[in-house]
């Protein structure tokens, strides 16, 4: 036992316990304030509605942080300065969120700002995004947050309308999930591969229930884009959020961002932040420990984040009708490799992966080679702040010139209802983070990977192990 | 769902594990502003060809929606994008409840806030109903009991407040709308 009065707390219990208005009951779940909600045009209207409906006004408007990137062309205005939406209803849409914005008094980073971006790459960006706090999107990879620290999670349309008019949300107190990652990561190696063995690990709906705390030394190695990755997909093993926390790594990231805490206060946050570790000794739900050393670059060879496998492994041969199925949807066979299959199309993008670092590491690999014949390639930043930097550095050009297209923020190709999708049949390596049938383009074959293998692949026009490319020294 | 919170119905059975909400309705829809209608796309890439075609055969071509409004799934349903079209399709298309022996967290809540029942069941439970499509069942919400014709009756989680809210038709918005004075109180002490 502790000497302290008060009980081991784990960083998810601390969070949560801030935020407590009404304790759960017998009868009742808890209500949970929530510290900071981002909007986005497809989950938002009919929460807007619901409150026009009941004549009730958004309770704190500046607790509310809005952007467009869903429904968003990627492909620049044209020359009377006119955007291209894929149909009307994605522009009506986007239309609305404005109005909707505008007339309860909530900040949106539209089209005329310089901060507008995919809502979990932005919201880190501005500095919104802070240890500690409860944060909301309708959006299941909300989880994204959770690398700073706070409880971030997905909620469905109508919780949205909840939170717009009380700043509250009634929930049950959910499980949690320790996982412990220790080791070096091998050269080739990033957080995407790391997260996709642990979902492989395990299974698509092995963190129902839980918040997954991350922790050990890989986890603590990592830059926030990496830990950002490492939550995003969180939610692919049914985990509600997912959490590491703040660090020297995270304060330096946050330090002088338009959003975070400025002069005397930005010391007092850093003291509190500091608390904000699970106390030795602390209880966890379940426990996980993952070999970070023995990770490969992964792959997903079927049609869930589950079905994953080291990229020169062959596909596995077990035998279950949802194995059959996906297998047949992905034309390809059991016990075959997957490695040097005909690849279509690569995206690198998505709120998984499309900040800084995993540009640069596409980058890197793509320099002075070009894109296989045959093979098409999107490019698209997180976010607008995110495309100023990598054009800063020449990153654009290093795609352009090896034959990818270089496009502006949005999720695009990720879940493909912006127009940006593949040809039915099409195989797309895919930094995103669903390989669901149908996800990307009627018929389409997604594999994800990571930046570092889908810019190997687009080089070569096959799925690729990076290693292959790269002059690793060892 | 009725006043007496009481759902006599056939099952539909959909026996596939891990179905994302992205089959439950796929993203091209998602550029509505309403919520009613959705019903046309539920399923829509399992029962429409690349055309727009009906596809000549299919799992929901059997769907009989007067009769069948319980549909019977494989585990893990409705994991993926918390999209809540997702159960407004659902409610659309016929289903009143959906039995599956995992729901992932999202798509159960979202179903909560919209009369749709999530009925967690053991697999061996959730294995007899695939082995017996359309099949007589009859959910009691008041008293978490599913009773399966021919295997008896089980119980099935559901918090009280949720079971309580669903068969008065009261809405989760008022009962926060009437903590105004805590979430106040609350504000106030952390100086926000």
């Not at chain 1, 023995?294 to 596995?316: F, K, L, Q, S, Y």
């Not at chain 2, 769902?1 to 998602?30: A, E, H, K, Y």
């Amino acid at each position: 036992m502790s000497e302290s009065s008060q009980p081991a707390s784990t960083l998810f219990e601390k969070v949560w316990q801030r935020h407590v208005v009404r304790e759960e009951t017998a009868a009742t779940p808890a209500i949970l304030y929530i510290d900071l909600q981002l909007l986005h045009e497809v989950t938002s209207p009919q929460a807007f509605d619901e409150l026009k409906r009941r004549g009730l006004k958004v309770r704190r408007p500046e607790c509310c942080l809005a952007t467009i990137d869903h429904s968003t062309p990627t492909t620049p205005p044209d020359s009377q300065g006119v955007r291209h939406y894929n149909t009307p209803e994605a522009k009506a849409q986007v239309d609305l969120l404005q109005v909707n914005c505008a007339a309860q008094g909530i900040p949106l980073h539209g089209w005329d700002s310089p901060n507008r971006g995919i809502v979990h790459v932005m919201g880190p960006e501005l500095g919104a995004t802070q240890p500690g706090m409860t944060i909301v999107c309708g959006d299941s990879h909300t989880a994204t947050h959770g690398a700073f620290g706070a409880l971030a999670f997905g909620i469905g349309t109508t919780e949205v309308g909840h939170v717009l008019a009380t700043q509250c949300l009634l929930q049950s107190k959910p499980e949690t999930l320790g996982i412990r990652i220790d080791g070096e990561l091998q050269p080739g190696v990033t957080a995407k591969d790391v997260i996709l063995h642990v979902i492989g690990a395990i299974g698509v709906d092995g963190g129902t229930g839980s918040v997954i705390e991350y922790h050990g030394s890989t986890v603590r190695a990592m830059s926030m884009e990496s830990r950002m990755t490492l939550c995003n997909m969180s939610i692919e093993c049914g985990a509600r959020a997912g959490m590491v926390a703040p660090d020297e790594t995270t304060f330096a990231y946050l330090e002088g961002r338009l959003m975070s805490p400025q002069g005397e206060k930005w010391a007092a946050a850093v003291a509190d932040w500091k608390t904000l570790v699970s106390d030795p000794g602390a209880h966890y739900d379940r426990l996980v420990r993952i070999d970070a050393s023995r990770i490969e670059p992964n792959v997903t060879w079927g049609t869930n984040p589950g079905m994953v496998m080291a990229v020169d492994d062959a596909i596995p041969s077990t035998d279950s009708p949802a194995n059959r199925e996906a297998l047949e949807y992905m034309q390809l066979e059991a016990g075959a490799r997957l490695a040097g299959e005909k690849v279509d199309v690569v995206f690198i993008g998505s709120c998984t992966n499309s900040r800084m670092t995993d540009l640069r590491e596409a980058a890197a690999l793509m320099k002075n080679r070009r894109v296989a014949a045959g093979t098409r390639v999107l490019v698209v930043p997180g976010s607008e702040a995110t495309r100023r930097e990598a054009e800063a550095e020449g990153l654009d050009r290093i795609f352009l010139q090896a034959g990818a297209e270089w496009r502006e923020p949005g999720c695009s190709m990720c879940l493909a209802m912006n127009g940006d999708s593949a040809n039915p049949g099409d195989l797309v390596v895919s930094t995103s983070n669903r390989n669901f049938k149908g996800r990307q383009g009627r018929g389409v074959r997604t594999v994800l990977a990571s930046p570092l293998t889908a810019a190997a692949s687009a080089v070569t026009g096959r799925v690729t192990n990076p290693r292959e490319l790269m002059e690793t020294g060892t | 769902m009725s006043q007496t919170g009481v759902l006599d119905s056939r099952t539909f059975n959909l026996p596939v594990d891990n179905i994302d909400t992205d089959q439950i309705i796929p993203g091209q829809f998602l550029t509505t502003t309403e919520r009613d209608g959705l019903g046309q796309f539920c399923f829509y890439s399992w029962r429409f060809d690349e055309n727009g075609s009906e596809r000549a055969s299919h799992a929901l071509k059997a769907f009989n929606p007067g009769r069948q409004s319980v549909l019977v799934a494989g585990s893990n349903f409705g994991c993926g994008s918390s999209r809540e079209h997702a159960p407004w399709a659902l409610l659309d298309f016929g289903f009143k409840a959906v039995i599956s022996s995992r729901f992932a967290d999202i798509f159960r809540s979202n179903a909560l806030k919209n009369g749709l029942l999530p009925v967690k069941v053991s697999e061996e439970v959730a294995a007899f109903l695939h082995a017996h499509p359309d099949h007589s069942v009859q959910i009691d919400i008041g008293n978490n009991l599913l009773t399966v014709e021919g295997h008896g009756k089980v119980e099935f989680p559901l918090d009280p407040f949720s079971a309580y809210c669903l068969t008065r038709g009261i809405d989760q918005l008022e009962f926060l709308l009437k903590n105004e004075s805590d979430i106040s109180r609350f504000e106030n002490r952390r100086g926000a």
